[in-house]
């Protein structure tokens, strides 16, 4: 969940094994991964990263249905009732969650540009189907309430564009903090849902059909929307980068 700090999946040494016990859920093809990275809070209570393989006894992992987002990615629960693995499994830089921050952040960051997709194919689709489309004599592309939906999903996409283009450059440099991560995130997953949206529309009663693709980028945007870390607390990120105050746990500091 959004509180992902106050993960509760455990590790305990014993010998020359840890041993993982906890529950996963909305993991990312975790069925068909052959090897899997759990975060478990160890004895220590640091966050650390544990590879586990593939039928690893004690690992249960059942595929979730009834998904209307991202439906090409099975998310799965997995739960873990004492999993052993060996100790050369744990991740040797990871120290605590401050660690797992850091690889959020890059993830956070190719989502930025996973929305820009969205939005570029959505309105690539839009701006073919109004042109063809016609209707009161004329292509609706002529018509100027549809021209201004399409001059503004142009200049958001165009905005991302270079968001996300300098944001690369950052990662390029290794200066990208998880502020900026954050921004992007926010800023695209909230454009691109809104050009998705104008999309559909455009395509009238079309546009809810799996053939013309705007229907599907418009699902899998709401699940962009949320995974990653919501666009609120994305936006707390950014504040707390701002600021220097953290918002989002009022009782915790740092
Ligand atoms: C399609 C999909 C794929 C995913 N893939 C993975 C994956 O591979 N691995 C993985 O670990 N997780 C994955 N997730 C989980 C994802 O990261 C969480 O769904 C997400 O972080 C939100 O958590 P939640 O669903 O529990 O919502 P909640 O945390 O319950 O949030 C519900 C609402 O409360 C708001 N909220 C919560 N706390 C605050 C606060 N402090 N201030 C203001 N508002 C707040 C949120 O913004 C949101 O609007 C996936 C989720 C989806 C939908």
Redesign the pocket.
């Known amino acids: 969940?959004?509180?992902?700090v106050a993960l509760e999946t455990r590790a305990h040494r014993d010998g020359s094994h840890f041993v993982l016990d906890g529950r996963?859920?909305?993991?990312?093809?975790?069925s068909i991964a052959d090897v899997l990275l759990v975060w478990a809070r160890g004895e220590d209570g640091e966050v650390g990263g544990y590879l586990v393989e593939a039928g690893t006894p004690g690992m249960s992992v059942a595929r979730m249905t009834g998904?209307t987002?991202?439906r090409a990615?099975w998310?799965t629960e997995i739960e873990l009732e004492g999993v052993r693995v060996p100790a050369e499994a744990r991740l040797e830089h990871c120290h605590s969650f401050r660690d797992v921050a850091r690889v959020l952040a890059r993830t956070r960051y190719t989502v930025a540009w996973r929305a820009l997709g969205l939005a570029l194919g959505a309105y690539e689709a839009a701006l073919a189907y109004a042109l063809e489309r016609e209707q009161f004599g004329r292509p609706i592309a002529a018509y100027q309430l549809v021209q201004d939906k399409l001059s503004k999903m142009l200049a958001d996409i165009t905005g991302m564009q270079l968001l996300n283009l300098r944001l690369s450059q950052l990662v390029q440099d290794d200066r990208l903090t998880a502020g900026m991560a954050s921004m992007a995130k926010m800023t695209c997953a909230a454009k691109a849902r809104g050009i998705v949206a104008d999309a559909r529309d455009i395509l009238g009663g079309n546009g809810i059909l799996l053939e013309n693709h705007v229907a599907r980028h418009h699902a899998d945007m709401e699940?962009i929307f949320?995974?990653?870390?919501?666009?609120?607390?994305q936006s707390?990120i950014v504040g707390r980068e701002i600021t220097g105050i953290q918002?989002?746990?009022p009782s915790r500091s740092g």
């Open positions: 969940g959004s509180d992902a996963k859920r909305w993991i990312g093809n975790g998904k987002a991202l990615v998310q699940a949320t995974f990653e870390g919501t666009d609120s607390i707390l918002a989002i746990a």
